[in-house]
Nanobody, 120 residues
Framework: QVQLVESGGGLVQAGGSLRLSCAASGSIFSINAMGWYRQAPGKQRELVVLITSRGSTNYAASVKGRFTISRDKAKSTVYLQMNSLIPEDTAVYYC??????????????WGQGTQVTVSL
């Protein structure tokens, strides 16, 4: 069993900052990548940023320069620092982990989601 526990969402005014965290726990052989997706009302879930086990990152164009992902490998935790927030960032943010097995198979795991609301 693998669990992803997210925290840090909330309500913030435009221009403000929030920091999300996501901790993975359970039966983990390897973490191949972790990161964040988001889903706004009436829209599809979209990538925000992923970080691979080697430290490579892939940011959505809409958040580049404003959001920063970091990680604590020892704690199997990733963080998302969100600065200069705008109302369009309002969404449920989901943590995603791509975990590998000894056999080289990858599985996707999702957190329960945390609401981020940016007001004018």
């Amino acid at each position: 069993q693998v669990q992803l526990v997210e925290s840090g969402g909330g309500l913030v005014q435009a221009g403000g900052s929030l920091r999300l965290s996501c901790a993975a726990s359970g039966s983990i052989f390897s973490i191949n990548a972790m990161g964040w997706y988001r889903q706004a009302p009436g829209k599809q879930r979209e990538l925000v940023v992923l970080i691979t086990s080697r430290g490579s990152t892939n940011y959505a164009a809409s958040v580049k320069g404003r959001f920063t992902i970091s990680r604590d490998k020892a704690k199997s935790t990733v963080y998302l620092q969100m600065n200069s927030l705008i109302p369009e960032d309002t969404a449920v943010y989901y943590c995603k982990a791509i975990l590998g097995t000894m056999d080289g198979i990858e599985y996707n795991y999702w957190g329960q989601g945390t609401q981020v609301t940016v007001s004018l």
